[in-house]
């Protein structure tokens, strides 16, 4: 538990402006040799405080801070969010390519109703 503390704590002191596409950034020689001697579970902890905050936002990260919730717990919460996410993204994405697929069509197979629908036709 003292680790995931831990992590949670430098998690919520490098903030969410030293992250960048689910990394660290701005890491120092002396940070990287510090790292280097931290064990893997102490590295895996600070990997899970970072998606953590990136996902969840740091009222989450405190939560573990605090120790009102497990950084397990968190990390869970953040993967399912960040795949619901994902999966919302990816219907949004289809949704758009679908209407857009569809409006092709109308507007190369009947203008004149495109132009009635749609109000304008877009061409491109």
């Known amino acids: ?29 002396t940070t990287l040799q510090d790292s280097a001697k931290s064990t893997r579970g102490e590295q895996e902890a600070r990997r899970q405080a970072g998606l953590i905050l990136d996902i969840l936002g740091p009222d989450a990260v405190r939560e573990v801070r605090d120790g009102t919730a497990t950084l397990n717990a968190k990390y869970e919460a953040a993967q399912r969010k960040r795949h619901e ?20 069509f109308i507007e190369a197979n009947a203008p004149d109703l495109a132009a009635e629908v749609g109000g304008q036709v877009i061409r491109s």
């Open 85 to 104: 996410d994902e999966e919302l993204a990816a219907r949004e994405a289809q949704e758009a390519a679908a209407e857009a697929e569809a409006k092709s």
């Open 1 to 29: 538990m003292t680790v995931q503390i831990a992590a949670a704590a430098e998690a919520l002191i490098l903030g969410t402006g030293r992250r960048r596409n689910g990394r660290w950034i701005g890491w120092t020689n």
